[in-house]
């Protein structure tokens, strides 16, 4: 069971390249979601989905775009990065869509982005 | 008032002391929490749930306090092993928001 994997684990792109950052879990979960995580600031939702083909915006969402064509992968888009986008970046998933604030959260390995 | 608010730390103890970490939240819709323990460089993982008025795993234990809004994680006897950064983590809308975290250091 392999639970939540991200991919890659370290990434350096030059500012304004495009990438994508993936994502997919293999417990059936609802619900999923990608937070960033810089010093001092705790992590941050960027975007969540409570189900295949229903995403919706976090605290964080500009410069970020995401998909949910499936219940097992959430993608999540650079569309232009940017040095302000260095972080380390979780993707994480729950049982249950809209009860989701209910159930705990099961965390992918993260990714270490830096954009120069 | 913030969503979610936690004394950052750290806080530094020896082994064998028992410590507490209080989190207050905002939302007092909020009904589950949660207390993640994240270890350097590597991901938050679960450590206890909260439902109701608190909830006990070995040397942990969580208590929550409706009235005042905040969650507490006491640990007792701690362990070099314990040396980490909690989150609380508690239910907003549709979503989960993340505490900064506290980061506790046990020394021998």
């Known amino acids: 069971n392999a639970g939540v994997t991200q991919t890659p684990k370290f990434q350096v792109l030059k500012t304004g390249q495009s990438m994508t950052l993936q994502c997919a879990q293999d417990?059936?979960?609802?619900?999923m979601s990608w937070y960033r995580q810089d010093p001092g600031m705790g992590l941050r939702l960027i975007h969540y989905?409570?189900?295949?083909?229903?995403?919706d915006q976090g605290e964080v969402p500009n410069g970020y775009n995401v998909s949910r064509s499936t219940t097992e992968d959430f993608p999540l888009r650079l569309l232009s990065a940017a040095p302000s986008q260095t972080s380390v970046y979780f993707c994480?998933?729950?049982?249950?869509?809209?009860?989701?604030?209910?159930?705990?959260?099961?965390f992918g390995n993260g990714t270490r982005l830096t954009v120069t | 008032r913030k969503e979610v608010e936690q004394d950052p730390g750290p806080f530094n103890v020896p082994e064998g002391a028992t410590v507490a970490f209080n989190c207050t939240y905002s939302?007092?819709?909020?009904?589950?929490f949660f207390w993640y323990r994240q270890d350097c460089r590597k991901e938050p993982k679960l450590l206890m749930s909260?439902?109701?008025s608190g909830n006990e795993d070995g040397r942990f234990t969580a208590q929550l306090n409706r009235a005042s809004q905040y969650i507490s994680l006491l640990i007792r006897d701690s362990k070099l092993s314990d040396s980490a950064t909690y989150l609380c983590?508690?239910?907003?809308?549709?979503?989960?928001?993340f505490g900064t975290g506290t980061r506790l250091q046990v020394t021998l």
């Open positions: 909260v439902y109701s």
């Open positions: 417990m059936n979960h609802e619900y």
């Open positions: 939302n007092s819709a909020s009904q589950s």
């Open positions: 994480a998933s729950s049982y249950g869509g809209q009860g989701a604030r209910n159930s705990p959260l099961h």
């Open positions: 983590v508690v239910p907003t809308a549709s979503k989960l928001t």
């Open positions: 989905s409570v189900g295949a083909g229903i995403t």
